[in-house]
């Protein structure tokens, strides 16, 4: 993968997390591009996103590489909640936006087991899509599921990697910091303290605090993370493996309606440039810049892209 100076410089060792500030809330052009072709002359419309950094940044990445070849589409990046964004597709609304294939599996598709292994997922919701008309192009390497950190030397302290090491720890260490909403969920603490046998101890927190408690060590030794979240890096955590995949895959691909794609089918063509270039490392970084140093999403997105050379 290529890795560009100004992104691996910032590999984000000193970042200061007072300054989480999250921006970009604005709809937005998608401009910032420089021609690269013409293939999509003629397509126009709105690249959606949810209502977070990393949405905001791959509706602005989006919307400036099709630009790039031909378009003329802007990124909107102002409603919120996952159902309103979906429905927008549904509805003609959104010309596409990036999806994670265990919402849409479970959410949208109505089911309450994941797929285990992330092709077999993707297939599988793929599949379930195409039945309502939307189409998924080839997916990201990211994954944006649940998972738990804990501090770097902490983690050396207890050789712990996976949560099967967790669940082989003392009672006192098996610690976790987790919000109200993964407290109740099918795929979260129940059937995961099930699945790996933990004998945990509890505290329940607000999403955005469970980073720096898990950073402090105070109130539990392991927090509940999302994989892509940039203040990983930044705070020195580092990730357990989930060795039994017991949490969905959340990979990203970019979702738009099947007849758009069969109207311009090199759209394909098109995200496939940028699609595997968006590691789980890489969503970190970019999300980092927005929420960690609060950057804007947009100004993040053209300057990734024009470094890796694809505007």
């Not at 060792?13 to 999509?40: H, M, N, P, R, Y």
Request: hydrophobic letters at 40%; one cysteine or more.
């Amino acid at each position: 993968m290529k890795t560009t100076t100004r992104f691996a410089s910032a590999s984000i060792a000193t970042l200061a997390l007072g300054a989480i500030v999250l921006t970009g809330c604005s709809a937005g052009a998608g401009g910032g591009s420089s021609a690269q072709g013409d293939e999509l002359e003629g397509l126009t419309g709105e690249i959606g996103s949810k209502d977070f950094s990393e949405q905001y940044i791959l509706a602005h990445l989006t919307a400036a590489l099709l630009n790039a070849h031909g378009a003329d589409v802007e990124a909107n990046t102002k409603l919120v909640g996952s159902a309103n964004v979906r429905q927008a597709l549904e509805n003609d609304q959104f010309l596409g936006y990036w999806e994670y294939t265990g919402t849409s599996w479970i959410t949208y598709n109505g089911n309450t087991a994941p797929v285990q292994g992330a092709e077999a997922q993707f297939d599988a919701v793929k599949e379930a899509d195409a039945a309502n008309d939307i189409a998924w192009l080839d997916p990201a390497p990211f994954n944006n599921t649940y998972a738990f950190a804990i501090r770097e030397d902490e983690a050396r302290k207890l050789d712990v990697k996976t949560l099967s090491d967790v669940a082989e720890l003392p009672a006192g260490d098996q610690t976790f910091c987790i919000e109200s909403e993964f407290s109740t969920r099918d795929d979260g603490m129940p059937g995961l303290s099930e699945a790996y046998g933990f004998d945990a101890a509890i505290t329940m927190l607000d999403t955005g605090v469970i980073y720096t408690a898990t950073e402090k060590g105070d109130d539990c030794n392991f927090g509940e993370v999302f994989q892509t979240d940039g203040r990983i890096p930044a705070l020195g955590l580092v990730v357990m493996e989930d060795d039994k995949e017991f949490f969905p895959s959340y990979q990203g691909g970019f979702t738009l309606k099947q007849s758009t794609l069969d109207e311009y089918p090199a759209i394909a063509d098109v995200i496939a440039e940028v699609s595997p270039l968006l590691t789980t490392e890489v969503m970190q970084e970019l999300n980092a810049l927005v929420d960690v140093e609060g950057e804007d999403p947009e100004d993040v997105a053209i300057e990734w892209l024009e470094e890796q050379g694809l505007i």
